[in-house]
T-cell receptor, first 113, second 113 residues
């Protein structure tokens, strides 16, 4: 069946460094790829998304890239800050499955001051 | 104030009892989803609904039931058939086309005592 693989499961960086999280998806019908940030005990918050007709999208220190041929997409955070520490999830929306939103396993990002 | 609201935030259930988690949205979204999150784990899809009076099973539907009688509401019942119900439950909603994002509620933490 369809699935989303996310790597790495944990990531530790120094403040000011960049962080990259990668995801691959299995269903070529996926056409919407959101990224969420989840803080402890809270619901995930949408931070950026990309649709299949675009290869890259940027929002201040956050960028997402999409390679539809290889079926992978990545989150890039530059100039990391301690408040970026959280769990990040990628997801893929499969419209031909009635709009099924499938998540990766999550990456716990730790930014050390 | 628009958004998606889950209640209660914390819920305790005795073994053998059914319990219903509430999810309400005033975003005029057609699609709604229920996910289960275990400690340190990703989000697993329980059920989803794209339209009123219709819903589909996700990857871990056994022991759960839902209804979608109104567009705004998508309650989840955790039945006594669910053998390991203690978890964090998240509800999300989105539009049906590719131009709307999916937003999450703040979650319900269910504990079996």
């Amino acid at each position: 069946g369809e699935n989303v693989e996310q790597h790495p499961s944990t990531l530790s960086v120094q403040e000011g460094d960049s962080a990259v999280i990668k995801c691959t998806y299995s269903d070529s019908a996926s056409n919407y790829f959101p990224w969420y940030k989840q803080e402890l005990g809270k619901g995930p918050q949408l931070i950026i998304d990309i649709r299949s007709n675009v290869g890259e999208k940027k929002d201040q220190r956050i960028a997402v890239t999409l390679n539809k041929t290889a079926k992978h997409f990545s989150l890039h955070i530059t100039e990391t800050q301690p408040e970026d520490s959280a769990v990040y999830f990628c997801a893929a929306l499969i419209y031909n499955q009635g709009g099924k939103l499938i998540f990766g396993q999550g990456t716990e990002l730790s930014v050390k001051p | 104030d628009g958004g998606i609201t889950q209640s209660p935030k914390y819920l305790f259930r005795k073994e053998g009892q059914n319990v219903t988690l509430s999810c309400e949205q005033n975003l005029n979204h057609d699609a709604m989803y229920w996910y289960r999150q275990d400690p340190g784990q990703g989000l697993r899809l329980i059920y989803y609904s794209q339209i009123v009076n219709d819903f589909q099973k996700g990857d871990i539907a056994e022991g759960y039931s839902v209804s979608r009688e109104k567009k705004e509401s998508f309650p989840l019942t955790v039945t006594s058939a669910q053998k390991n119900p203690t978890a964090f439950y998240l509800c999300a909603s989105s539009g049906r086309d590719s131009n709307t994002e999916a937003f999450f509620g703040q979650g319900t933490r269910l504990t079996v005592v």
